[in-house]
C-alpha cells in the first residue's frame, strides 16, 4: 500500500511575511530584467530616433521601469496585503539615532569603493557594457539623464532587495537565514554580468546587508551603490575610445 508522509501544509500569518517578499522579489525582478533586455521595445526606440538619442531615451526607459517594478509597486503590493507594515517598517525612514552612523559608513564605503570602480570601470572587458547608454556624442543633457536613470534605478533595486526582501524575513526567520537568502538572491541577479561581478556581489551584499540592519534604513546601500554606479559610467565614457564629451 502506498503511503505518504504527513507534512503539515496549514497556513499561518508568518508564512505570508516570509514567503511574498521572497515571490516579489524573485518576479518583479524577472519582469524588469525582461523588459530591459527586450528587442522589440529596444527597435522600438532606435526605429523612432537617432542612434544616440535612441540609446538615452531606451536606457532611461530601462532605468525608470526598474523604479516602478522594482520599487513603486512591490511596495504597494507589500503595503495591501501584510498587514501593520509601513514603507518606515521596509527601511525607508530617517532614523535620527542612526543618521551619522549612515553618514560615515557612506562616505567611508564610498572612499574604499570609488578607486576600486574607477580602475575596473577603464578595462577593456567593462567597456564593452559600459556606459550603457552607448550614445557616440555625450552632452551635459546626457550626463544628467545617465545620473538620474541610474539613481531611480537603485533606489528600486535597493528597496527591492535591502528593504522588501530583508526586513520581514528577519522578523521570520531571523537575522542570518535572512541574510543568506537575500545574499543568495542577490548574487543570482548578476549572473548574467558574469562570475567577477555575480562573486563579487556576495561580500558587497553581506555588508549591504549588516549595515542597512544597523541604521534601520536603505540610505548606506542605496547611496554607496549609486556612488559605485557613477564612478564606473563616467570613468568609462572618459575612457571608451568611441566616446566624447561635447
Given amino acids: 500500500m502506498t503511503q505518504i508522509l504527513f507534512?503539515?501544509?496549514?497556513?499561518?500569518?508568518?508564512?505570508?511575511?516570509?514567503?511574498?517578499?521572497?515571490?516579489?522579489?524573485?518576479?518583479?525582478?524577472?519582469?524588469?530584467?525582461?523588459?530591459?533586455?527586450?528587442?522589440?521595445?529596444?527597435?522600438?526606440?532606435?526605429?523612432?530616433?537617432?542612434?544616440?538619442?535612441?540609446?538615452?531615451?531606451?536606457?532611461?526607459?530601462?532605468?525608470?521601469?526598474?523604479?516602478?517594478?522594482?520599487?513603486?509597486?512591490?511596495?504597494?503590493?507589500?503595503?495591501?496585503?501584510?498587514?501593520?507594515?509601513?514603507?518606515?517598517?521596509?527601511?525607508?525612514?530617517?532614523?535620527p539615532e542612526t543618521t551619522l552612523f549612515s553618514i560615515i559608513w557612506t562616505l567611508g564605503l564610498s572612499a574604499l569603493v570609488i578607486p576600486i570602480a574607477y580602475f575596473s570601470a577603464k578595462k577593456e572587458a567593462n567597456l564593452v557594457n559600459y556606459p550603457q547608454i552607448r550614445a557616440k556624442i555625450w552632452t551635459r543633457k546626457t550626463v544628467i539623464i545617465a545620473a538620474l536613470g541610474w539613481a531611480l534605478y537603485l533606489f528600486g533595486y535597493e528597496f527591492l532587495f535591502r528593504g522588501i526582501l530583508l526586513f520581514p524575513l528577519v522578523e521570520t526567520l531571523g537575522v542570518w537565514p535572512a541574510i543568506a537568502i537575500n545574499i543568495a538572491l542577490y548574487s543570482a541577479t548578476h549572473i548574467p554580468k558574469g562570475l567577477h561581478e555575480t562573486i563579487g556581489a556576495a561580500p558587497l551584499g553581506l555588508v549591504l546587508c549588516i549595515l542597512t540592519l544597523l541604521s534601520g534604513t536603505i540610505w548606506i546601500a542605496f547611496l554607496v551603490h549609486v556612488v559605485m554606479a557613477w564612478t564606473n559610467c563616467f570613468t568609462a565614457l572618459k575612457f571608451h575610445p568611441d566616446m566624447r564629451f561635447k
Avoid: R
Fill in 7 to 95: 507534512i503539515d501544509f496549514s497556513w499561518k500569518k508568518e508564512d505570508l511575511i516570509t514567503c511574498l517578499p521572497i515571490l516579489i522579489c524573485l518576479l518583479f525582478f524577472v519582469m524588469y530584467w525582461f523588459t530591459a533586455q527586450s528587442s522589440k521595445i529596444k527597435t522600438i526606440f532606435y526605429a523612432k530616433y537617432s542612434s544616440d538619442e535612441a540609446s538615452v531615451k531606451h536606457i532611461f526607459f530601462t532605468k525608470y521601469m526598474g523604479l516602478i517594478l522594482m520599487g513603486i509597486i512591490p511596495a504597494v503590493i507589500c503595503l495591501i496585503l501584510i498587514p501593520n507594515t509601513s514603507l518606515a517598517y521596509y527601511g525607508l525612514t530617517i532614523i
